[in-house]
């Protein structure tokens, strides 16, 4: 049975079906347990689980730490990150530890962390808490960064990730979490390294996550009207990367434009462009199109953090450029 | 409560095979067989040894960077540690982690780090998951007195401390981080007081006195398994080489390291061996020769071990992910 | 009154459909809104249904196929009713062309279509002069690739058998068949002071008053300074000619209103339905003078092709043109009169 949640609820009813599950499975933050979590996500489970759901001090290395240790003894923590900006203050846990577990261990142990991180511009809160981080932990071999962009997707790639024995950077998109849709009541996983495609079209695929996608779709109902299909490609786990389906389609349509917020130097469209024009140069037939925020931080006022990100024009001017090219 | 003469005795083996160890790699990292570069913990042997000598089989325990001695010791055999710091495969972990990063999970040896300050965090978690599961393992971390100057220290004592967590922070202070003195870094004229901050009991301990370091982690060991939580040695002790294999610890004031050289800590307890417990110096001699006889073995091992095969590069990388190989 | 039921056209994407199922039998009485039959495009299955009341009198395509829209799907009619005229049309109607396979943006024009060839590949194999249709691809979805054109022009040229055909030519195979029946049905004749019209001279006359009722009137002249294009010219056409190809103003015209259509989506808004459409692909009507009167082939998808390519495919219609008459492929776009052999000033033609 499937009912309408909130993106913020599917997450929600992930943590707490996964606790109810795995008794290995607790969760550690700062503010997650007795007040539920600075934007709610974690409420309810200190109540049931007092022992589970740990309030921490400001202290992210340590909440990763403790997270990557407890991890190696077959614990399965989910640490919660209140911003993903604050990567920066445990990012030696992340990248030197984390993702080096199972490769130092040959294998005879994982790190089967998940750190649900809170990402993204749009709530006038400038360039320490807007970030879009995916690109400072995308060339770490060994982690594993998700990023679902509906209540679906989010409570299936939570458990998902929380089963799976990696770490995994689980990105939740602030403005998304009070996107609705339709959610089923059962726990279940959705495959990770599996991109999604969103809508079939022949002329151009675009590529996009998270909350790119309503511009990536909103452009491609425009551009049906004058006769080019789009068709729309969520990666849905942005690295390890599902090459494969982007590849497909882009050998179809032989048009890449890739949405993409944050800066555009070295951005995860830089990597799907060149990994597209590395190859399959041979099936293109028009230049690979970023559409991007601009390389400057996110400045507080709304005047200035709207100017920074991609509008659903831009989406629609680089498809028009890529067609009429 | 003085040790007993079968326990030093055993010690004094475990210092010696250090000793001897130590001394193998740096003829084979001089002579270019051992890739990368080496830290060396001769002179520390005591700290190292009455550490992992303390401490149960089933505790956790992170050697840092200058912890061959300790990995040594924790169980891991002595043959298989020497091929991985030669970069063998039948290295303990196959050629993956060389010197700085060996690690064995069977005898929990947790010590995978070149990053000081990061297993002090890490640390937090095996800490936390002997509570969370009800056991009695302990965890103690290796740190050093430059250690010390990061923040994840901070951030961990205050975590410990506040949850009650059972670790034992051993900071073998061998004073200088690289060629900076810790007295030039530190405020503190004693590094252990700085637990003080976090109501962290702390002890001051002659790290180059192997029954005095053993008397303080069994002391440790039982608060932390009480449930009493956190505590920081300090172990006063010294390296004599530079930090690396090959600096010439130019920064150091003349007569310091022959100075630390007459508190060599396995003179001391031969010393004691032979003045309290009436062991004869042709038998320490016979130990001394044995531990020799099985580091050369070890060398041998692991010169005789081949290569990885390249292509291993990519195992391991993820647990549910192949990597692609391109080459 | 009978009725023409006709592969229909679901979005402007559209270019074929397969008639998946029929789910009624010749000669069963049907209401308007009973489904006839299932027409599938891509994965989407869609249902045709009845436009009126009548009796499914004949059906002209069977199950399974696959057909360009627009062409004839069944007959519905009166009980009684004489269909046989419209039978006969349907059979003079047979000609729809096949689109040309993988020319264009058209690898893109759906699964259907199967015959998928990359940008690259297309022009090697233009270059080599190959017909690469019979080509199996090996690369992604099945896509003939540069190497596989290699490789079948490696295999081929030891064997001595290189096609040396063009490839447009060869990509209309309705040429050598059905057309060519289609164009000698079509006889030229001696019409004047009132003596009958030809067939292609009515509909010409008809397709002229259309485009005039269908369009706004409305003439812009402008002058463009083109000192660069035709220094451009000057420097292609021995290039072009190098490579045995015809390099004509009529092509760079073609060219230069592909790109103007491509660019000004305005310009290709047409009203349907009351509704706005922007109708894609570029696809462009040249029309050719022949003795029997005047024809209009159209070139595809021209927005996504190169100069030589639009060069060669320009000689061939125009070759073409004086066989045969490619009634159903008409323009959507705008046609283009190349008139300057008639040395006349002024030359306005509204459609």
Known sequence: MARKLSYAKAINEALHQEMEHDPSVFILGEDVARMGGDFGITQGIWHKWPDRARDTALSESAIIGLSVGSAVCGLRPVAELMFADFVTVCYDQLVNNAAKIHFMYGGEASCPIVVRAVTGSGIRCAYHHSQSIEPWLMNIPGLIIVAPATPYEAKGMLISAIRNNDPVVFLEHKLLYNRKGEVPVEPYEIELFKAEIERKGDDITIVATMRMLDLAHAAAKELENEGVGVEIIDPRTLFPLDKRTIIESVAKTGRLVVVQEGPKVMGFGAEIGAMVSEEIFEYLRAPIKRVTSLDVPIAFSPELEDYVNPTMDHVLAACRSVMSF | ?327 | ?351
């Open chain 2, 1 to 327: 409560m003085a040790l007993t003469k079968k326990r030093l005795l055993e010690l004094y083996c475990d210092m010696v095979s250090i000793r001897k160890f130590e001394e193998a790699v740096e003829n084979y990292s001089k002579n270019g067989t051992i890739p990368g570069f080496i830290h060396l913990s001769i002179g520390q042997e005591a700290a190292q040894a009455g550490v992992v000598g303390a401490l149960k089989k089933t505790d956790y325990k992170f050697p840092d960077h200058r912890g061959h001695g300790a990995i040594c010791l924790c169980g891991t055999e002595k043959k298989r540690v020497m091929a991985e710091i030669f970069g063998k495969v039948d290295g303990i972990n196959g050629g993956r982690g060389g010197s700085m990063h060996i690690n064995d999970l069977s005898c929990r040896n947790m010590g995978f780090n070149g990053i000081q300050g990061s297993t002090v965090v890490t640390a937090l978690g095996t800490a936390f998951a002997s509570t969370y599961k009800k056991t009695d393992a302990v965890t103690a971390v290796f740190m050093g007195d430059g250690t010390l100057g990061e923040g994840t220290c901070h951030e961990s004592m205050n975590m410990a401390a506040t949850w009650k967590l059972p670790i034992i922070y051993c900071l073998l202070n061998n004073q200088y981080a690289i060629s900076t003195h810790y007295t030039e870094s530190h405020p503190q004229k004693q590094l252990a007081t700085w637990a003080d901050g976090y109501e962290v009991p702390n002890e001051v301990v002659d790290g180059n006195d192997i029954e005095a370091v053993v008397e303080a982690v069994e002391r440790a060991a039982e608060r932390a398994r009480k449930g009493e939580g956190p505590t920081l040695l300090e172990f006063m002790t010294y390296r004599w080489q530079g930090h690396f294999s090959g600096d010439p610890a130019a920064y150091r004031p003349d007569g310091e390291l022959e100075a630390w050289q007459q508190k060599c800590p396995i003179n001391r307890s031969r010393k004691q061996l032979m003045e309290i417990h009436g062991c004869s110096g042709a038998e320490l001699d016979e130990l001394d020769a044995r531990a020799d006889a099985e580091i050369a073995e070890a060398v041998q091992f692991a010169l005789d071990s081949p290569w990885p095969d390249p292509k291993n590069a990519l195992k391991h990388v993820y647990a549910t992910v192949q990597v692609e190989d391109w080459k």
């Open chain 3, 1 to 351: 009154m009978a009725v023409l039921l006709r592969m229909p056209r679901y979005g402007a994407n559209m270019e074929e459909g397969t008639l998946a199922s029929w789910l009624a039998a010749e000669g069963d009485a049907v209401s308007a809104g009973d489904v006839l039959c299932e027409i599938e495009i891509e994965k989407l299955s869609n249902e045709l249904e009845a436009p009126e009341d009548g009796v499914l009198r004949a059906i002209l395509c069977p199950q399974g196929e696959t057909l360009p829209c627009g062409a004839p799907l069944a007959v519905l009619a009166g009980a009684d009713e004489d269909i046989s005229a419209l039978l006969t049309d349907v059979s003079a109607d047979a000609d729809v062309p096949d689109e040309v396979p993988g020319s264009g943006s058209g690898s893109g024009s759906g699964s259907g279509s199967g015959l998928r060839i990359t940008p690259k590949a297309l022009v090697l194999a233009e270059e080599l002069n190959i017909d690469y249709r019979s080509i199996a691809g090996t690369g992604i979805l099945g896509a003939i690739t540069r190497e596989d054109i290699r490789a079948w022009a490696g295999g081929k040229a030891s064997a001595k058998a290189v096609n040396t055909k063009k490839p447009d030519e060869l990509s209309k195979p309705a040429e050598t068949s059905g057309p060519a029946g289609a164009a000698n049905a079509v006889k030229p004749s001696e019409s004047r002071n009132g003596a009958r019209m030809s067939t292609i001279r009515k509909v010409t006359a008809r397709r002229m008053m259309e485009s005039l009722s269908g369009s706004a009137q409305s003439t812009i002249m402008m002058d463009a300074d083109i000192t660069d294009l035709v220094k451009a010219y000057k420097v292609l056409k021995p290039v072009f000619a190098a490579d045995g190809i015809k390099l004509s103003w009529t092509a760079v015209i073609l060219k230069a209103a592909a790109e103007t259509l491509t660019r000004h989506p305005g310009i290709r808004t047409i009203i349907e339905g009351g509704e706005l459409l922007t109708t894609y692909p570029i696809d462009i009507g040249v029309a050719v003078d022949v003795d029997y009167g005047l024809v209009v082939p159209v070139l595809r998808k021209l927005d996504a092709k190169p100069l030589k390519t639009i060069c060669r495919e320009l000689a061939a219609a125009i070759d073409r043109a004086g066989g045969i008459w490619d009634r159903k492929n008409l323009p959507r776009l705008l046609s283009i009169a190349s008139i300057g052999y008639a040395e006349c000033e002024v030359f306005h033609s509204d459609p």
